[in-house]
């Protein structure tokens, strides 16, 4: 694994406005930056990323059927009551995901280390799936990358795959919040992909969501929203007023409820309790365990519902190497052992592997000047070279 600086493409700004990435600066800062990428053998992909990536994700499904029949799991992850049972159905009616991102400490030289799993509302999904295979397209084209050089990137294909698969060609509604760029083009891009699988689709902000006298949620041409793509955690739609609505019976959304058990903090201690000492697992522990003792003075603190790296505190020894603001907290803590993200020339890279359905197929490389990852951190291409 490298960091290789390499030039802009020249005609890098007509192939976003082209491809329609409007969101490749944000707020004036570049985003998307290919003033270098990250070069890894096929060796460190398919043995070092890939191969785990997929035990992870089957370990996290083991514990997702454990976990919606646990009233104490359940709990523990702060999953609301009165929506076990919507949770609970949704794994035993065999719902599907369509996709998610674990996001790695890794260096070339031992094993990945996850970090978290976003397992319910990742972003930079476009720019995984899409944008970086230009790159590498045009990149080898302009002579800047060698003729065999390659990527771990099959995002595209799998999406569509998965989603032809999904609702019968349904009609698919998608809807994210009001304001951000970034989920808008998420949601434009999971609505192209669904309709080259033969979905209709109709995308919509969160507020412009309708509950129908008949008990149904509804669009703003009062079309019933039976299949829903929502760029919305879940923990956020428990606590919202249409949460608690009986619509919620008749909508089948992606990612199902059942993806709640997989999208908190709280997963990262009940992985390591069941496989302790697996070299791709870092131990963790809720805050108010006792056995948290055991990672000393060395830690990583997340609130359970943490965004975009908000909140979190990295404790080496007597120092304080790193610490977010925000707005999370208050639902509590897990500890988890500090590992050091590597350092490439000042930058911290986290390695993100994207899973659709249950395979993993292609990474994203998200890096920052700091040691904690957040909405701020650029995007880097990478390449297979050797």
Known sequence: MHRVKCDQRPNFADRAEELGFKFHSIDGEPYWDETAYYEFTLREIEEDIEAPSAELQELCLDFAGKAVNDAEILERLLIPEQHWNLVRDSWKRGDPTLYGRFDFAYDGKGPAKLLEYNADTPTSLYEAAVFQWVWLEDSIAQKRLPDKADQYNSIHEKLIARLKGMGQKAFLHLACMAGSEEDKGTIAYIADCAMQAGHGTNMLTVEEIGLRSDGYFVDMNDRQIAWMFKLYPWEWVFADQFGQSPAMTH???????????????????????????????????????????????RFAKKPIYSREGANILLVDGENVV???????????????????LPEFEGRYPVVGIWIVGDEPCGMGLREDSGLITTDRSRFLPHAIVG
């Open 251 to 297: 909508t089948r959304f992606v990612e199902p409820p059942w993806k709640a058990v997989l999208s908190n903090k709280g997963l990262l201690p009940y992985l390591w309790e069941m496989a302790p000492n697996h070299p791709n697992l870092l131990p963790a522990f809720f805050e108010d365990d006792p056995a948290k003792s055991v990672l000393g003075t």
């Open 322 to 340: 790193g610490r977010s603001g925000g707005n999370y907290g208050e639902e509590g803590y897990v500890r988890q052992a500090l590992v050091h």
